[in-house]
């Protein structure tokens, strides 16, 4: 039973540069949530998709937008990148019967982005 | 908006002795989960509190949740250099389904 899969592991982009990042949920989730992580902090949520439509959004600026496709597969885009959004981005799965708040996450290795 | 907190944020203990982290939410929870992240790794789910006053645990840790549901914690007992890592309290925010994070606590063990 395959956990969570984000590619890529590492990304080295220029500010200004647009990214996508990607991830597979674990087998029999259907929700998926991104989160950004700073070093030395906590995640910070992003947003959740679930039926392929965002349900939930954090504090994060339009710049930051998400896709879920038909296989519950999502992809992660930025655009006009910072500085500033250099971290380790987080993505979770969960069953998403009750929602995400309640479910447990599971999340998957991480893409470390670093904008030079 | 909801704010979880926890201390202390770095913990340096000698192996073998105990370890404790406090979670604090400005909010009341209607649950609150753990997870731990290796140096290098991801968060993994450690456990999830329902009920007030809850208490669990697992092997040589022992999680709580307060009565008012607004605060938890973590204490690990006799910790072993496998224990170091980021320890994190999550709580649904708001009326939302999304989890807030608290900004952890830091558990390093020297043998």
């Known amino acids: 039973d395959a956990g969570v899969t984000q590619s890529p592991t590492h990304l080295i982009k220029t500010r200004g540069q647009q990214v996508t990042l990607r991830c597979s949920p674990k087998?029999?989730?259907?929700?998926v949530s991104w989160y950004q992580q700073a070093l030395g902090q906590g995640p910070q949520f992003i947003f959740q998709?679930?039926?392929?439509?965002?349900?939930q959004r954090g504090n994060f600026p339009d710049r930051f937008s998400g896709h879920q496709f038909p296989n519950y597969s999502s992809e992660l885009n930025v655009n006009a990148l910072l500085l500033g959004d250099s971290a380790l981005y987080l993505c979770?799965?969960?069953?998403?019967?009750?929602?995400?708040?309640?479910?447990?996450?599971?999340f998957g290795p991480g893409t470390r982005l670093t904008v030079l | 908006g909801q704010q979880v907190m926890q201390i202390p944020q770095y913990q340096h203990v000698q192996e073998g002795e105990d370890f404790t982290t406090y979670c604090n939410s400005s909010?009341?929870?209607?649950?609150i989960q753990w997870y731990k992240q290796r140096p290098g790794g991801h968060p993994v789910f450690l456990i999830q509190?329902?009920?007030?006053?809850e208490v669990k645990k697992q092997k040589r840790l022992t999680f709580q949740f307060g009565e008012a549901k607004k605060n938890s914690s973590l204490h690990i007992t006799a910790t072993q250099t496998t224990d170091v890592g980021t320890y994190f309290c999550?709580?649904?925010?708001?009326?939302?389904?999304?989890?807030?994070f608290g900004g952890g606590t830091r558990l390093m063990v020297k043998p």
């Open positions: 979770a799965s969960s069953p998403g019967t009750r929602g995400g708040g309640t479910d447990t996450q599971y």
């Open positions: 087998s029999g989730h259907d929700t």
């Open positions: 998709y679930y039926e392929e439509e965002e349900r």
């Open positions: 909010t009341t929870l209607s649950n």
């Open positions: 509190l329902v009920k007030s006053g």
């Open positions: 999550a709580g649904p925010r708001d009326a939302g389904n999304m989890l807030t």
